[in-house]
Each structure stands twice: as C-alpha cells, then as structure tokens.
C-alpha cells in the first residue's frame, strides 16, 4: 500500500505566474482535501473533493481551483500568484468526506512566491 | 477569536518529563478531536482522537477533552528525543480546522 504522494516537492515562481501542483492519494481513498500551511502557522483548509466533485471550501479566493480525476488523484492550480501564496501546500487523502475519516497527509510541496 | 487557539511554544523540556500540551476551541457543537505530530519537512501524522469529553490514552500518550471548559490537551509521558516534532491539535464538523502547532524539543 502506498502513501500519499505530492509532486513538486519544491516550486519557485514569481508574482502573477499560474501553479499547478499535484498529489496521488492513498489506495483505496476517494477524497482528497488540500491544505495551506503558512510558516508557524497549522493548516489551513483549502478545499475537498469526494468522488470528483468539490465537497466544501475554505475562505480561499476562486483563484485557487482544483481536481480530481477518475483515479482519485488531484490537483490544486493557484492563478495570478501573489507573494502571500508562499506556503507548504498540503494534501491529505481519506476513505469518505467527513472530518472523522482519517486523514493521511503527504509530504506537501513547499511554494516559494518571489 | 480563531476557531482553534494554541500556545505556539517552543517548548523545551529534558528527557523524560512530562510534557502538556493544550488547546482550546471556540466552537461548542465540534465533537471530534485530533492530535497531529509533524516533523520538520514532513506532512502531518494523527496521533490520536477522541470523540466528545474524556480521555484516551495510547502507549505514552493520552489526550483528554474538557467540553464545559472547550479544552484539549495531549500528555506525553517519558518524553524523548525522538518526539521533538510540532504538535496540532484539530477539531472541526465538515472540515478540519487546526491550532497553530506547539514546537516541541525533548532534549538528551
């Protein structure tokens, strides 16, 4: 059984410039949620999707989209990068959508705004 | 007034003390919580869970939840090196909405 897996592991963009980063979620898992974790800071909820739909969003501003695909992998795109978008991006899958189905978090992918 | 309050720390404690970890929520209708343990450069780990008042212990460590005071707090007994991690207490209905994180450092 693998884990969850996230991919860049490191990004450096600059402001204004799109991002797309990815996850591969556990076996068996058909929901993904998308965390931001600033530094010093805990996660902070982004958004989740369950069987290809989004289930639930954060205070995040449409410009944060996402996806999942058939396979439950997903992607998180962040549009018009602003220097606040600097964060440990973090996704964490689970087998169903509510908050007492463990969650099993990825390395996350660290995002660097210049 | 965040959703999840916690002491951001550090805390420094030698081996093999008791260490005390705790949390309080604003929200009094949040049934479920969470203890994460995160390593540096790493995601974070559940720990432990409880559900509603009372306490639960595992190995070395025992969580305990006060609803009439809206308090959580993890124990870790016979702390080691090995533990200094950030620990995040969580709690939450749909979504999960986590502390800032205790740094902890158990010192040999």
């Known amino acids: 059984e693998t884990g969850v897996t996230q991919s860049p592991t490191h990004l450096i963009k600059t402001r204004g410039q799109q991002v797309t980063l990815r996850c591969s979620s556990q076996?068996?898992?058909?929901?993904v949620s998308w965390y931001q974790q600033a530094l010093g800071q805990g996660p902070q909820f982004i958004f989740q999707y369950y069987r290809e739909e989004e289930n639930g969003r954060g205070n995040f501003p449409p410009r944060f989209s996402g996806l999942q695909f058939p396979n439950y992998s997903s992607e998180l795109n962040v549009n018009a990068l602003e220097l606040d978008d600097s964060a440990l991006y973090l996704c964490?899958?689970?087998?169903?959508?509510?908050?007492?189905?463990?969650?099993?978090f990825g390395p996350g992918t660290r995002l660097t705004v210049l | 007034q965040k959703e999840v309050e916690q002491d951001p720390g550090p805390l420094s404690v030698p081996e093999g003390a008791i260490v005390s970890l705790n949390c309080t929520y604003s929200n009094s209708a949040f049934q479920y919580f969470m203890w994460y343990r995160q390593y540096s450069r790493k995601g974070p780990e559940l720990l432990m869970y409880t559900y509603s008042s009372g306490n639960k212990e595992d190995g070395r460590f025992t969580a305990q939840v006060d609803k009439s005071s809206k308090y959580i707090s993890l124990f870790i007994r016979d702390s080691q090196p090995s533990d200094s991690a950030t620990y995040l207490c969580?709690?939450?209905?749909?979504?999960?909405?986590f502390g800032a994180g205790t740094r902890l450092f158990v010192k040999a």
């Open positions: 076996s068996g898992h058909n929901t």
């Open positions: 969580a709690t939450g209905g749909f979504k999960t909405i």
């Open positions: 964490a899958s689970s087998f169903g959508d509510s908050s007492t189905d463990t969650q099993y």
